[in-house]
């Protein structure tokens, strides 16, 4: 099995040199140094050697807070854009709650990211979710677990749908 590990050039050098020095072997991984901002992520996981037409996971994992929302819709679209079937998408958002502990959590979050430079970009209301897969082409899957109290606390997994974007 490929792993793909995508993420910023210089936060990318940093993840291989520290696994260099501590001799940990990254043989089954390709790299894919990417600015999701102005890089086009499908082509490059493509030419790395992801295979369009075999199902893949998708892993957003803390990554969706830290991008504008039109750069979050075009990485799903174009992550879609070469999803064979039977593939997933799993991503967690930073998800609005009514619950003022939540609320306070998630200011408290903003704020120790914002001061370390890496200020969150995006926040999705829980009942927005379901839009965002739908208009980048995929919808929930359905698997246990993952229905709407695991939306609600932000984790999603989805399914291509059987129309791509556009
Ligand atoms: C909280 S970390 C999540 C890390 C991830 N779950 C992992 O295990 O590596 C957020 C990651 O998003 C990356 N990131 C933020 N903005 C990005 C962008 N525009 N393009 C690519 N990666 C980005 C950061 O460099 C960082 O590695």
Do not use: C
């Not at 990485?75 to 306070?104: C, D, K, M, T």
């Amino acid at each position: 099995m490929l792993w793909f590990e995508v993420d910023l050039p210089a936060t990318q050098q940093d993840k291989r040199s520290r696994l260099d020095r501590l001799g940990i072997g990254s043989g089954h991984l390709r790299f894919v140094a990417a600015d999701f901002t102005v890089d086009p992520v499908a082509g490059l996981l493509v030419s790395t050697g992801l295979d369009p037409g075999r199902p893949s996971l998708f892993l957003l994992e803390g990554v969706a807070v830290y991008l504008e929302e039109a750069v979050l819709r075009s990485l799903l679209a174009q992550l879609r854009r070469i999803a064979a079937h039977g593939s997933r998408l799993a991503i967690s958002l930073s998800v609005n709650s009514a619950s003022p502990e939540r609320a306070a959590r998630r200011a408290a979050f903003q704020a120790a990211v914002a001061a370390v430079g890496e200020p969150a970009r995006s926040v999705v209301e829980a009942a927005d979710a379901g839009t965002l897969l739908e208009s980048t082409g995929w919808r929930p899957a359905g698997e246990p677990g993952t229905g709407s109290k695991a939306a609600h606390a932000g984790f999603i997994v989805a399914e291509p749908a059987d129309v791509p974007p556009a």
